[in-house]
């Protein structure tokens, strides 16, 4: 299905200049191919699928699984429109695999979505393309509303009118559930989300309820907790700048940075994390063993507070000194303590989750040392809070206060003859240390080596 040309047409037919940033630097020539290990008979009545959101985090590893572990059985085409949280690097290794395409197309627009469905005759549809960071959706909702809501909206609608889906896969998140202080919480649990962007989560499951009811739409709700691996962004693109996005590739990118690392209020919330590679495993095992009509959750077994995140990651950089290195700002406007659900459903089927955090936190370590351009130059945006003012986003204003963390730096900005504009890099300097004296005697800029307790990182082998 694919060729060689496919990625660089895609840059060269947007007439948005932001896009330029997907131009192919050839780094993912290097990198694993990084899939789960489940491999099902194939269903008969699936064969082509289209993932929405495929160039993301969560999307690219279930392209990758599909098309690598079902390369005769499935034709899997990826779906993105490439101005969030995406990146071309995600799944360029699959360009000349023949049961593999990519489509750029809005999902927010019934042209670009019909037009896929059409030219692919899809008949499987997974629906990841989503807003996704709960800081941004504070001030930011409307896009949360049109990306996520309005977009679930035009991809049913669009749907009905093609008429040939068998299979709708909507996925979710456990944050629809609101807080859970006390028991797990089972897929039949009221919804109750706490923020704009799981209000948008819910709204959108809810208009796939109406189209099960009203059109008889074929579909499954599959609700995650927090996903974590290789390929997660520690920035996001909005407009034409980047601003931080997910805690564990944004601490990670600090620590290889020399600068501390900023937890919201005290740092006691609790997360359940998920490896990206099991993930994709769920989505398989759904796939392939669940039930056209059911609402499964995805459970992590693995808890950890945000400051015990934190703490782990400074014990694999080989960082002692806690104080030096952990810091705190100012929390969320609302922050729930706590996300659990349970995935005993999901169990039932077979599917387990295989990956233990501490390994795939090592092997997310390792990844972006290994591969820290992957998503361009994010230094100067590994902040906090990120700020919405008018139609865009701009780091917070009071980073440095916020955590104590530097003094005001003036950004100076020149060109090269060449054209390239450079600015002077903003050094966080740890709370307790001189300009002159480094904890673990580095420096600010050099990347920390991982210490002698890292762990193991043998999930990060190919597929």
Request: proline share 3%; hydrophobic share 40%.
């Amino acid at each position: 299905m694919a060729d060689g040309a496919i990625w660089d047409q895609s840059v060269r037919t947007s007439l948005d200049s932001r896009f330029l940033r997907f131009r192919d630097e050839g780094i993912w020539h290097s990198a694993p191919l990084l899939t789960g290990q489940t491999c099902f008979e194939p269903l008969p009545d699936v064969r082509n699928i289209v993932v929405t959101g495929g160039e993301g985090f969560i999307g690219s590893w279930l392209v990758r699984h599909l098309t690598v572990k079902y390369p005769n059985a499935y034709n899997v085409v990826s779906f993105d429109k490439l101005d969030y949280c995406s990146s071309l690097n995600n799944a360029r290794m699959l360009e000349r695999k023949a049961n593999f395409d990519f489509f750029h197309g809005d999902v927010t627009q019934p042209s670009d979505v019909l037009r896929c469905l059409k030219k692919h005759s899809i008949d499987t549809v997974f629906h990841l393309a989503a807003h996704t960071h709960v800081d941004l959706s504070f001030g930011n909702s409307y896009n949360f509303t049109k990306n996520n809501v309005l977009g679930t909206h035009v991809l049913l609608e669009s749907i009905k009118e093609y008429g040939k889906v068998k299979r709708f896969y909507h996925i979710s998140t456990d944050e629809v559930y609101g807080e859970a202080l006390a028991a797990d919480l089972a897929e039949s649990s009221t919804l109750d989300p706490s923020n704009p962007y799981s209000a948008s989560k819910a709204a959108a499951e809810m208009i796939v309820k109406g189209y099960v009811k009203s059109h008889k739409l074929p579909a499954v709700v599959i609700r995650l907790n927090n996903v974590m691996g290789p390929h997660q962004r520690a920035v996001v693109w909005l407009i034409d700048r980047k601003y931080p996005e997910k805690v564990i590739p944004k601490f990670i990118n600090l620590l290889r940075r020399q600068m501390p690392l900023l937890l919201h209020g005290d740092g006691q919330h609790t997360r359940r994390y998920l490896y990206a590679g099991d993930a994709a495993e769920a989505f398989d095992t759904i796939l392939h063993k669940g039930e056209i009509g059911q609402v499964y959750n995805v459970d992590s077994r693995d808890e950890i507070s945000n400051i015990g995140l934190a703490e782990k990651l400074l014990d694999i950089f080989g960082l002692t000194d806690k104080s030096t290195w952990i810091q705190h700002t100012h929390d969320r406007k609302f922050n729930d303590r706590r996300y659990a659900v349970d995935g005993s459903k999901l169990r039932q089927l077979g599917w387990v989750q295989r990956t233990k955090f501490e390994d795939a936190l090592a092997a997310t370590v390792d990844w972006y040392g290994k591969f820290e351009n992957w998503f361009g130059d994010i230094e100067d945006v590994l902040t906090a809070h990120p700020v919405v003012k008018g139609d865009h986003v701009e780091p917070e204003s009071d980073f440095a206060s916020a955590g104590h963390l530097c003094n005001d730096v003036e950004a100076i900005v020149g060109a090269t003859s060449s054209g390239i504009v450079h600015t002077k890099e903003l050094i966080a300097i740890p709370n307790g240390v001189s300009n002159g004296s480094y904890a673990n005697g580095a420096k600010p800029g050099v990347g920390v080596q991982v210490g002698a307790r890292k762990r193991k990182a043998d999930i990060m082998t190919e597929a």
